[in-house]
């Protein structure tokens, strides 16, 4: 047993949802991960109570997310069966965000999985931490836009927004590609434009936006509709703005999430979860968290800067200010001199 091979004791985190879309206060999901000998106990015990919005648990959402995040931790390819199952104990207390009572709301509770995913990363980084990637995403970005056609009937096209990873103890978060437990993928913007009226303005990677590590985080996704229709309905569901995908052995924090209406107006930025009407020209604007990095910054292969920078990934203010690495702009190579004077000015001054 791969478990058998991890250190027995017990090892706790807690991450946070950053409300339920209803009430402004965080929603806080622990877990007490104990390995003994062969098996794991997942314990949520001290987890928020059930919520009024619609991102409460099943039992066997919990566990199911809590088996995908074992699996993904062992390394190996072994089939869900319950041979698998059998040696991780899951306990949610009943009435919990994680074990609702009925009539408690759950038709979004995907992105609370995500969220026992990155507690049950987090706990597990401390039993074996270079096997556990950095906190991703954290759960898609779901849009779903309304209107009624010609015939009365209610039109709906569900959009998300998703794919952004941590970084792993050997390599950077992948831009772009779904995390762990997910098997979503973003709409065609073709398919889009020609099935609803809405026209995607932009769409692609944020610059600049990834966790700084030795691996970097993956980086943010920007999506921008305009609305063609006279009126149109939107909910949209997003999260980690105020709790961002946390870093792992000194990578950095992604970046959080962000919505705007009219971002050219320059309006404040909308909640993370909002169900309000748009009108005819309206543009909304989203961009997801990105993946948090791991290890130091400094510590990151400076051929590895240069070529994000090349790539357009980053900006050469950014990579001298993150990783202490100065880009020759004009001859688009690596200052050596200027960046071994940087990282060991950067060194001498980190206390002991």
């Given at each position: 047993?791969?478990?058998?091979?991890?250190?027995?004791?017990?090892?706790?985190?807690?991450d946070?949802?950053?409300?339920?879309g209803?009430?402004?206060?965080p929603?806080?999901l622990?877990?007490a991960?104990?390995?003994?000998g062969?098996?794991?106990?997942?314990?949520?015990?001290?987890?928020s109570?059930q919520?009024?919005?619609?991102?409460?648990c099943?039992?066997?959402?919990?566990?199911a997310?809590?088996y995908a995040?074992?699996?993904?931790?062992?390394?190996?390819?072994i089939?869900?069966?319950?041979?698998?199952?059998r040696?991780?104990?899951?306990?949610s207390?009943?009435?919990?965000?994680?074990n609702?009572?009925?009539?408690?709301?759950?038709?979004?509770?995907?992105?609370?999985?995500?969220?026992?995913?990155?507690?049950?990363?987090?706990?597990?980084?401390?039993?074996?931490?270079g096997?556990?990637?950095?906190?991703?995403q954290?759960?898609?970005s779901?849009?779903?836009f309304?209107?009624?056609?010609?015939?009365?009937?209610?039109?709906?096209?569900?959009?998300?927004?998703?794919?952004?990873r941590g970084?792993?103890p050997?390599n950077?978060g992948?831009?772009?590609?779904?995390?762990?437990?997910?098997?979503?993928?973003?709409v065609?913007i073709?398919?889009?434009?020609?099935s609803?009226?809405?026209?995607?303005?932009r769409?692609g990677?944020?610059?600049?936006?990834?966790?700084?590590?030795?691996?970097?985080?993956?980086l943010?996704?920007l999506?921008?509709w305009?609305?063609?229709?006279?009126?149109m309905?939107?909910?949209?569901?997003?999260?980690?703005?105020?709790f961002?995908?946390?870093g792992?052995h000194?990578?950095?924090?992604?970046?959080p999430?962000?919505?705007?209406?009219n971002?050219?107006?320059?309006?404040?930025?909308?909640?993370?979860?909002?169900?309000?009407?748009?009108?005819?020209?309206?543009v909304?604007?989203?961009?997801t968290?990105?993946?948090?990095?791991?290890?130091?910054?400094?510590k990151?292969?400076?051929r590895?800067?240069?070529?994000?920078?090349r790539?357009?990934?980053?900006?050469?203010a950014?990579?001298?200010?993150?990783?202490?690495?100065?880009i020759d702009?004009e001859?688009?190579?690596?200052?050596?001199?200027?960046t071994?004077?940087?990282r060991?000015?950067?060194?001498?001054?980190?206390?002991g």
């Amino acid at each position: 047993s791969i478990i058998a091979t991890w250190p027995d004791g017990t090892y706790t985190f807690t991450d946070y949802l950053d409300d339920d879309g209803v009430d402004p206060d965080p929603i806080p999901l622990t877990v007490a991960v104990t390995i003994h000998g062969d098996s794991l106990t997942a314990d949520y015990t001290g987890s928020s109570p059930q919520v009024r919005g619609a991102i409460n648990c099943t039992p066997a959402w919990t566990e199911a997310w809590t088996y995908a995040a074992v699996r993904a931790a062992l390394g190996v390819d072994i089939p869900n069966n319950d041979g698998y199952f059998r040696p991780i104990e899951v306990i949610s207390p009943k009435g919990s965000i994680l074990n609702m009572r009925h009539p408690a709301p759950c038709a979004a509770r995907g992105m609370t999985g995500h969220r026992i995913q990155d507690a049950m990363f987090g706990a597990l980084s401390q039993a074996i931490p270079g096997q556990i990637p950095a906190a991703s995403q954290g759960g898609t970005s779901t849009g779903r836009f309304g209107v009624y056609g010609p015939d009365g009937k209610a039109n709906v096209f569900y959009d998300n927004v998703y794919g952004t990873r941590g970084a792993t103890p050997r390599n950077d978060g992948p831009d772009g590609l779904a995390e762990t437990g997910g098997n979503l993928s973003n709409v065609s913007i073709e398919v889009e434009e020609i099935s609803f009226p809405l026209q995607v303005r932009r769409y692609g990677l944020v610059p600049d936006s990834g966790g700084p590590g030795m691996f970097r985080g993956g980086l943010s996704i920007l999506r921008e509709w305009e609305v063609l229709a006279p009126e149109m309905a939107v909910t949209f569901r997003s999260d980690r703005r105020k709790f961002q995908p946390y870093g792992l052995h000194g990578g950095r924090a992604g970046q959080p999430s962000a919505s705007y209406l009219n971002p050219e107006d320059d309006k404040p930025m909308l909640p993370s979860k909002i169900n309000q009407r748009f009108k005819q020209s309206d543009v909304f604007l989203h961009i997801t968290p990105s993946g948090g990095g791991w290890g130091d910054p400094f510590k990151r292969d400076p051929r590895s800067v240069l070529a994000d920078w090349r790539l357009e990934k980053a900006t050469a203010a950014h990579v001298r200010d993150a990783y202490g690495v100065v880009i020759d702009e004009e001859n688009r190579c690596i200052d050596e001199a200027a960046t071994a004077a940087l990282r060991n000015g950067a060194a001498d001054e980190t206390p002991g």
